[in-house]
């Protein structure tokens, strides 16, 4: 049994996860709100939200507002006379007239060390970055999109080699440990907020499809952290151009070589592709997005492919792709 009655606002994995991790530790939520039912897939099959679908395995109570401003809304979580409101990336602004309802007010657990990465993605945006460190934020909820005073934070070292998905289970799982800790001391008056400093801000956005769009005259280095960061959204792909079609290529995986680090297999291999990338005697600069059979030359540096996906087809190895497609070595990818 859950020590304080509060609602809980939440729709993806990293949400699920973060519940999952209240209700093993006895913080039941008197109700779920959720994201509405959305088509998935090709066949556009209606899905419930991994929160809506966890919360009823659970026998917590489900709703799942097309729109949360209404009064007769409002109302309805008034109804519940809950203590407070637990927030996991809902996925829309949640207006004041609901953030006042409970009693304590609203928390929001975030995976960043806020003010750092507000905003929808700051776990890819935070891979993508290069950071060293990120983090979980517990955090009061006012108006403005991730700016409240801050109850509690965690840090987080990276490795370099974290992807997307990864990182959410382990920052979700640490939040909701967090929560554990904070909500009964936040309720007992023992938590002091500290504000936010605003002025050092950084901001995420909404991820696009157009977002994974590889632009090969960045680095190596840069386009891998692309691939660990865009998985499994938007993707990391560029476009093959062949036969007078395009086809959309995905990297699944790679590594990034210097040039002046060429390693592996291949050695002389990788050392002829890094060097096609810089000026020749004639002045002439191989095109960024120019595949050789070790890999793609970039604007600094080789990106070794390891896991590639054509559109509509299976997964392969580097290696494996390039023996089923004798006419990729040579071509230029956009």
């Known amino acids: 049994m859950s020590i304080a009655k509060f609602l809980y606002f939440g729709t993806p ?46 026998g917590v109570e ?13 109302e309805k979580l008034k109804s519940y006379q809950p203590d407070l ?20 007010g609203a928390i929001n ?17 935070a891979i993508l970055n290069g ?12 108006a403005e999109m991730d700016h409240g005073a801050i109850l509690a934070q965690e840090e987080v070292v990276l490795k370099g080699d974290e992807i997307t998905v990864a990182l959410t289970s382990r920052l979700a799982r640490i939040g909701g440990r967090m929560l554990t800790e904070v ?14 400093d605003h002025a050092a801000a950084t901001y995420t956005k909404i991820l696009t499809k157009e977002d994974g769009r590889i632009d090969w005259s960045k680095s190596a280095a840069q386009i891998e952290r692309q691939v660990r960061a865009f998985d499994p959204w938007p993707g990391a792909w560029a476009v093959w151009a062949r036969d007078g079609e395009a086809s959309v290529i995905k990297l699944l995986a790679a590594s990034a070589v210097p040039h002046s680090e060429p390693r592996g297999k291949n050695l002389e291999a990788r050392r002829d592709s890094s060097a096609a990338a810089r000026p020749q005697n004639d002045g002439v600069v191989a095109v960024p997005g120019t595949v050789t059979a070790a890999g793609v030359i970039t604007g600094d540096g080789l990106l070794e492919p390891v896991t590639v996906q054509l559109a509509g087809k299976r997964p392969m190895d580097w290696a494996e792709f390039l023996r089923g497609h004798g006419d990729f070595v040579g071509s230029i990818l956009k």
């Open 13 to 58: 994995e990293f949400s699920r996860i973060v519940l999952e991790e209240l209700l093993e530790s006895g913080f039941a939520p008197v109700a779920v709100v959720t994201a509405p039912d959305k088509p998935v897939g090709r066949k556009q099959v209606l899905t419930e939200s991994p929160v809506a679908a966890f919360a009823k395995q659970n």
């Open 62 to 74: 489900v709703l799942k507002p097309e729109k949360i401003k209404p009064l007769e809304f409002v």
């Open 85 to 104: 409101m637990v927030v996991a990336a809902y996925g829309k602004i949640i207006p004041q007239a609901i953030l006042d309802v409970p009693k304590h």
């Open 109 to 125: 657990v975030h995976p960043s060390l806020l003010p750092k990465w507000r905003g929808a993605s700051p776990i890819p945006y």
């Open 131 to 142: 950071d060293q460190k990120t983090g979980v934020t517990i955090m009061l909820m006012d």
């Open 183 to 196: 909500i009964p001391r936040w309720l007992a008056g023992k938590v002091t907020p500290v504000e936010q």
